[in-house]
């Protein structure tokens, strides 16, 4: 098969640090750029990926940002679907009944409460900088613009994150995608979504998923490994993510896209 499309998952998938792409990665997608469509596929923000395609020089390419919720082609917005104010509320009244601190990301904006941790290891992994100001003037100026949430980061410790998760579940699973980036970390974002979804949404005429090879290593990127045409897996990635793949390759701290690449996409 002669894949015309690969889509890649970045954090812990095409990165091989936490916030940068190896000059192997880029030496192997430079080969192949001019005969198969680069995307960028994440949970990121678009000023989060947007450095990463430079890096790898395919900023005519789209990128998949907020695990589908938003899809952009430059400064061309191509989708757009985020959490209205309602559930925005119901989500703050449950995570502060439970001691959890909210991150709200919309486009290019993310805002916060307070500096912890887990805000910094963001700021330095991903090069981006948040709005510190409280989560209610947020959903008020957010319900004033008629906007919401691309995605929502719940930021709490693994005893709260355990409790919170199968309330959240109970309550809003129906109306959301919820998953655990981490132990302490709970990502939300509109139910109608996902990677996969977005992929399907850039298929032009000629292109179906069986044209497309994906990377991945968490469990967000399980349909999207599922019903492309080869979904590979790295090395690191969750057994259950291995499970699903047609193949498993090195872990991405040793480069596992680029090799596979290298190894399985002669252009």
């Not at 492309?228 to 897996?233: E, T, Y």
Request: proline share 3%; glycine share 4%; aromatic share 6%.
């Amino acid at each position: 098969m002669q894949y015309k499309i690969l889509c890649s998952d970045l954090d812990g998938t095409l990165l091989t640090s936490k916030s940068d792409v190896s000059e192997l990665t880029i030496s192997e997608i430079k080969r192949i750029k001019s005969q198969v469509k680069i995307i960028l596929v994440s949970a990121r923000m678009p000023s989060a990926m947007t450095y990463i395609q430079k890096d790898l020089e395919v900023e005519d390419q789209p990128i998949i940002c907020y695990n589908g919720a938003l899809v952009l082609n430059g400064n061309q917005e191509l989708s757009s679907i985020h959490i209205g104010t309602e559930l925005l509320d119901e989500i703050y009244h449950l995570a502060e009944i439970n001691d959890t601190k909210l991150g709200l990301y919309y486009n290019n904006e993310w805002y916060v409460e307070e500096d912890s941790e887990r805000v910094q290891k963001e700021i330095k992994y991903t090069k981006t900088s948040p709005v510190f100001r409280p989560t209610s003037d947020t959903l008020t100026d957010w319900t004033t613009r008629e906007i919401g949430a691309h995605k929502i980061m719940l930021m709490s410790t693994k005893d709260d994150a355990d409790a919170l998760y199968p309330i959240l579940e109970k309550k809003l699973g129906e109306h959301l995608n919820l998953y655990r980036s981490n132990d302490t970390l709970i990502e939300i974002a509109p139910k109608s979504v996902s990677k996969l979804s977005a992929i399907e949404s850039l298929l032009q005429e000629g292109e179906s998923l069986e044209h497309v090879i994906s990377f991945g290593d968490n469990y967000n990127d399980i349909d999207m490994l599922l019903n492309s045409g080869c979904g590979v897996a790295v090395g690191n990635a969750r057994e259950e993510v291995k499970a699903v793949a047609n193949a498993v390759t090195l872990p991405n701290t040793e480069n596992g896209v680029a090799h596979y690449i290298k190894k399985h996409l002669v252009i």
